[in-house]
Nanobody, 126 residues
């Protein structure tokens, strides 16, 4: 069992930056690929970024590529999402998720994830 708690959301102007954190409980954090998803009001949850168990592989949605960076610190049981050049369309609730599997796995579908955090709101004003 893994519990995930996101933090770092807030209100920012377009062009600004935020860093989201997701702290995981348990001693097996390095056994999970980690992902970030987001859900805007009235829309379906969508993939943002993911990172493999040891951090060696990452994958991004086209909409955030070049602006967002996912990273992890297995010693701190934490995954991060650095968001730069934010746009109003980035406004959403952001969720982190954990997926069991092979060391190189970088899952992009929400159905592939086993555990989810409660989400943190990110609002980008124009």
């Amino acid at each position: 069992q893994v519990q995930l708690v996101e933090s770092g959301g807030g209100l920012v102007q377009a062009g600004g930056s935020l860093r989201l954190s997701c702290a995981a409980s348990g001693r097996t954090f390095s056994s999970y690929a980690m992902g970030w998803f987001r859900q805007a009001l009235g829309k379906e949850r969508e993939f943002v970024a993911c990172i493999s168990r040891n951090g060696g592989r990452t994958y991004y949605a086209d909409s955030v590529k070049g602006r967002f960076t996912i990273s992890r610190d297995n010693a701190k049981n934490t995954v991060y999402l650095q968001m730069n050049s934010l746009k109003p369309e980035d406004t959403a609730v952001y969720y982190c998720a954990a997926a069991q599997g092979s060391p190189l796995r970088t899952p992009t579908s929400s159905s592939e994830y086993d555990y989810w955090g409660q989400g943190t709101q990110v609002t980008v004003s124009s």
